[in-house]
């Protein structure tokens, strides 16, 4: 008997119907989720393209208000969403990205741009916020078709590059060529302090007593000035007694205090941003302020960006000779004691080689001589490094010097005083070693510094000697590479036409003659954050 097959002809379609519509499912949600990852990954690429635009243009001089516009100007480029283009927050922040912003900005007119001095953002952060499609997630037409993605980045400013900050103060890491943390006196004509390759600090006053003295970043170079006035001249952070003197800022310029004009024909001037906190006296004629109109907001105090430094040491034969005594269990043989050095120690040869050890005192007598430094530190322990002759030569042929100029307790080496890091202060200071130069037409033509170490002429930081670096006589150059530092010591210049490059750190520079020149004309001199493993990495 044939039995009649069941029919189940169409069963199918509905099973294929309800497919579709999972399907259909996926791939809405595919879709959305693709266009969102790519709405994402391109907001992500905004954020870091804007976050480092703000840093560039704060490392080529630029103020807050034209790093924001920067910023904004790279996120409209590739930045739209459906509804609306992107909205860029941008957040400049202090030494940690992890704080609250010092200026939190959402428009080219926020306060915070101008008040907040852009030597203290050490970190750009962006964030971006965007809309993307939602193509079936909604299937309510009453309701949005689009949801919010929020990308962030920070950015590093940097303090090494050829350019800077072109603000006011480093605090600490910003590059500033020269660093001075007390005063700068102008006593002498037509004298210059000039930085052409970095920011110039002044952490007390500016005081002009004479006439055409300049105190400037190099035109064009984008670099800035902070004069911080912690502490005045009669109440007055800048004093003008002399006339045609000039501050002159090729950056952002802070005055934080007070000014006195009290002469003719004198400036101030700033092609950035410019802030004097307090008020201006004017009892001269001709005297001029640009731009006009200014701000008024504080200027950040800057610390000693090299306090953490460790004092140098010496390596030879395996055994490391370090400060303050440099001795290893009496070994005097890898680096001597020299005692007083005198050039000549016999006749006067054209030329002479020393080598690297502690001494007393390093004297030159002869003319026209060159003295070389072979590579390694040179202790100059109380005494003085003194050239009394006419068109001498320092010279290091191999480079890698560094002179550290400290105390002396009887015949040995010692501290100046208690210094501590953290704080960048001395509980204790003494007067120690020195250079001076006494002869004209002198060279200063050495490469420093040893051991890694880019800096040259390191002082005890409480060596507080105010002729730590003494310029005596005419027509004296420094014309070698490697920073100056020294916390408690001052430069002082008592001959013409004398001649420091930075960069530099020192407590005071004292100009007490004519056409002498402290920096440099042009250049990519900047000072860099320290580290751990030796004396900074300053660079020229």
């Known amino acids: 008997m044939r039995r009649r097959r069941s029919r189940q002809r169409g069963q199918v379609i509905p099973i294929v119907a309800l497919m579709l519509v999972v399907l259909a499912g996926f791939a809405a949600l595919t879709i959305d989720a693709g266009v969102s990852y790519d709405q994402s990954r391109n907001d992500q690429d905004v954020s870091d393209s804007a976050a480092l635009a703000a840093t560039y243009s704060l490392n080529n001089g630029a103020t807050l208000t034209a790093a924001y516009t920067a910023a904004q100007n790279v996120a409209s480029l590739d930045c739209t969403g459906p509804a609306a283009p992107c909205n860029v927050t941008v957040n400049f922040y202090g030494s940690s990205y992890t704080g609250t912003p010092l200026c939190t900005a959402t428009s080219s007119s926020a306060t915070c741009l101008g008040s907040t001095s852009a030597s203290s953002v050490d970190y750009v952060g962006t964030a971006v916020a965007t809309t993307a499609n939602d193509y079936f997630a ?36 910003a590059a500033c060529e020269i660093c001075i943390l007390g005063n700068v006196t102008f006593q002498g004509s037509s004298d210059t302090l000039q930085a052409g390759g970095g920011n110039i600090d002044v952490g ?82 001709s005297n001029t302020i640009s731009p006009a109109t ?29 400060a303050p005594t440099y001795a290893v269990s009496g070994d005097t043989t890898d680096f001597p004691n020299n005692g ?56 290091s042929p191999s480079g890698g010097v560094t002179i550290y100029y400290t105390c002396a307790s ?14 960048a202060t001395c509980s204790s200071t003494k007067s120690g070693a020195q250079i001076t ?39 004296i150059t420094y014309t070698g590479s490697g920073t100056f530092y020294a916390h408690s010591g001052g430069i002082w210049f008592d001959g013409s036409s004398t001649g420091v490059p930075g960069p530099l750190v020192a407590d005071n520079v004292m100009f007490d003659n004519s056409s002498c020149t402290l920096g440099t004309a042009s250049g990519s001199i900047n000072l860099g954050t320290t580290t751990a493993a030796g004396p900074g990495n300053l660079v020229k």
């Open 138 to 173: 909604h299937l309510d037409p009453a309701q949005t078709r689009t949801h919010t993605i929020q990308s962030q980045a920070v950015a590093e400013v940097s303090s090494t590059g050829s350019s800077g900050s072109g603000a006011s103060s480093p605090n600490p890491t």
């Open 204 to 285: 007390g006053y500016v005081y002009f007593d004479n006439s055409s003295d300049v105190l400037k970043t190099a035109s064009g170079s984008g670099w800035g000035i902070a004069i911080d006035g912690t502490s005045t001249i009669g109440g007055y952070t800048v004093e003008y007694t002399g006339s045609s003197d000039t501050v002159s800022s090729a950056g952002t310029l802070g005055i934080d205090g007070k000014v006195f004009f009290d002469s003719s024909s004198d400036s101030i001037a700033a092609s950035g941003t410019l802030n004097i906190s307090g008020t201006v006296t004017n009892n001269g004629s």
């Open 294 to 322: 200014y701000g008024t907001a504080t200027t950040t105090d800057f610390t000693d960006p090299l306090a953490t430094t460790p004092t140098p040491s010496y390596t030879a034969n395996g055994k490391t000779f370090a």
């Open 340 to 395: 007083n050095w005198s050039y000549p120690t016999s006749g006067c040869p054209s030329s002479d080689t020393i080598n690297p050890g502690i001494y007393d005192s390093i004297v030159i007598n002869c003319s026209s001589a060159t003295l070389n430094f072979n590579p390694g530190v040179y202790v100059i322990a109380g005494g003085a490094i003194t050239v009394n002759s006419s068109s001498d030569t320092l010279a």
């Open 410 to 423: 009887g015949s040995a080496a010692a501290s100046c005083g208690t210094f501590t890091s953290s704080t």
């Open 437 to 475: 130069i006494n002869g004209s037409s002198a060279d200063i033509n050495l490469s420093g510094g040893y051991n890694g170490s880019n800096i040259l002429m390191f002082y005890d930081p409480c060596n507080s000697n105010q002729d730590a670096y003494y310029g005596q006589n005419s027509s």
